[in-house]
């Protein structure tokens, strides 16, 4: 059984970098799926910020531009994510999933990890 | 960029009773890539159905989706108290991937 679990400071100040892991378990991120990660603002929708593979092919969300980064740790089965000069509009829940390919849809989520921008 | 618009915003039906969702697409969505899921409160998303019309695993028959080209639809046929929630609709036909705003499921 898949499992997806995210961890990271629930806290992070202005302009600072925003930095999740993903551990996966029961599944192999060296396999063929992509690993995505995607956000929720309080109270609103979900926005999509890039679907990556361990291969190092990465596919981000324009909107996000080039403040987005991720690696890969295949012996510890981690995706991580930073997400660089953070402002309050960047305070969300962040869940990550697996992808089913670079532009797919997601069959397995983790339970997401609520991050706050704040000074 | 594929803008995708949910309506209705909020749905109040009763349980045992038939629910249909709509999601319009600013712009053809190829291929049918796309894909509903269901968000309760507290809660990470959960796959329903994808490719339009095929349900995920473990996802029970009163279920179903529908459409092609920029029209598409989620149905409930018989509402269980469980499946009052948020639905999103997501297309991956293109880049970014898109979420529609979501529909409210209420009693």
């Known amino acids: 059984q898949v499992q997806l679990q995210e961890s990271g400071p629930g806290l992070v100040k202005p302009s600072e970098t925003l930095s999740l892991t993903c551990t996966v378990s029961g599944y192999s991120i060296s396999s063929s799926y992509y690993w995505g990660w995607i956000r929720q603002p309080p109270g609103k929708g979900l926005e999509w910020i890039g679907s990556f593979h361990s291969s190092g092919s990465t596919y981000n969300n324009p909107s996000l531009k080039s403040r987005v980064t991720v690696s890969v740790d295949t012996s510890k089965n981690q995706i991580s994510l930073s997400l660089s000069a953070v402002t309050a509009a960047d305070t969300a829940i962040y869940y990550c999933?697996?992808?089913?390919?670079?532009?797919?849809?997601?069959?397995?989520w983790g339970k997401g990890t609520t991050v706050t921008v704040s000074s | 960029e594929i803008v995708l618009t949910q309506s209705p915003g909020t749905l109040s039906l009763s349980p045992g009773e038939r629910a249909t969702l709509s999601c319009r697409a600013s712009q053809s969505v190829a291929s049918t890539y796309l894909a509903w899921y269901q968000q309760k409160l507290g809660q990470a998303p959960r796959l329903l159905i994808y490719?339009?019309?095929s349900r995920a695993t473990g996802i029970p028959d009163r279920f179903s989706g529908s459409g092609s080209g920029t029209d598409f639809t989620l149905t409930i046929s018989r509402l269980e108290p469980e499946d009052f929630a948020v639905y999103y609709c997501q297309q991956y036909a293109g880049s970014p991937i898109t979420f529609g705003q979501g529909t409210r499921l209420e009693i």
């Open positions: 999933a697996r992808v089913r390919g670079a532009y797919y849809y997601m069959d397995v």
């Open positions: 490719d339009a019309s």
